[in-house]
């Protein structure tokens, strides 16, 4: 396997630079693995392929505005810190630009001095360790002075519009510097849809890193680890999908954060168990999945690590064909994006392919 073998061709106008007008309005493909189809439809269609029984999981993350453009205190000079995560110690780690000019002990200030912030440590590649300080409640600060943390493939900057838009409406437990984008499309309408049908839901919370919509390097696609994220995959979520399994029903992931949960709990030996602590886990051809038997995702960035978990999920050749189609038929890509529904099980079936 190399990671040229992960790779197509996406014309630039067909990166999504703004959502839909509505959220269930996006387009769906749907990729049958047991039926060998391909058809297009909107996402508003979607509840139409869950039975009763089935489970439908989503990663209840909330997004922070972990950009946040300041001026060093002194100079006035612009700096740009982009909050990653909170450590034990209370410090944040962080990347900073221009990294160069940064000397440990520098302060920068945001929002006329509603917060501050201090350079403790710095490392390679923009990485900093930083304290934060403020005269509010931290959060409220962050909140106050922060932008959307678009990724760097939106060519412009975030709007009030995004901090709704690029958000899930279940999200729940803050912490993600990226949307879980498949769960942008859903809906108060479609949620209550999917609930009419006698469709269960549970949640997981994977905090979403920067690292995760990047492509990867060679010398990374050849690891047996990825970057670490944070998640938790509660008891509750682990007796609804027994329950399901049991009962011939099939889980539902929403997005490649949500399986990466899921694999991360039933990694170990025992199968499925609740877990809460930090995955470094790489889901990559050949991968037997554990607990989820469809997975509805949006259309990933070329050479990355989503693009390789969809291709272990449906297999890579079916996946490259679904995305040439894709290009042909003009679907929008990325955060903002269509959206893809894989079906690896059909009702009533026991395997998945």
Known sequence: MKLNDFDYRLPTELIAQEPAAERDLSRLM?????????????????????SAGDLLVVNDTKVFPARL????AGTGGEVEIFLLSPS????????????????TGTVVEFGDGILRVEIV??????????SLNADIPLEEAIDAVG??????????????DDRERYQTVYARERGSVAAPTAGLHFNK????????????QASVTLHVGIGTFRPLSTDEAERDTLHDEYCTVPASTVDRIRECKRNGGRVFAVGTTTTRALEAAASGSG??????????????????????DCLLTNFHLPRSSLLMMVSAFAGRERILAAYEEAVSERYRFYSYGDAMLIIGKRPGNTSND
């Open 30 to 50: 749907v990729l049958d693995i047991a039926e060998n189809t391909l058809r297009h439809r909107a996402f508003a269609d979607f509840p139409e392929y869950l």
């Open 69 to 72: 453009i300041g001026k060093k």
């Open 147 to 160: 932008k959307t943390p678009l990724p760097p493939y939106i060519r412009r900057d975030p709007s009030e």
């Open 121 to 130: 440590d710095k490392g390679g590649h923009g990485r900093v360790r930083v």
């Open 271 to 292: 199968g499925l168990k609740p877990y809460e602590g930090w995955t470094d886990i790489f889901i990559k051809p050949p991968h037997s999945f554990k607990t989820i």
């Open 88 to 103: 034990t110690d209370g410090t944040w780690e962080a990347l900073s630009r221009p990294a160069r000019r940064l000397k």
């Open 189 to 200: 309408r479609v949620l209550e849809e999917i609930t009419s049908r006698g469709i269960s």
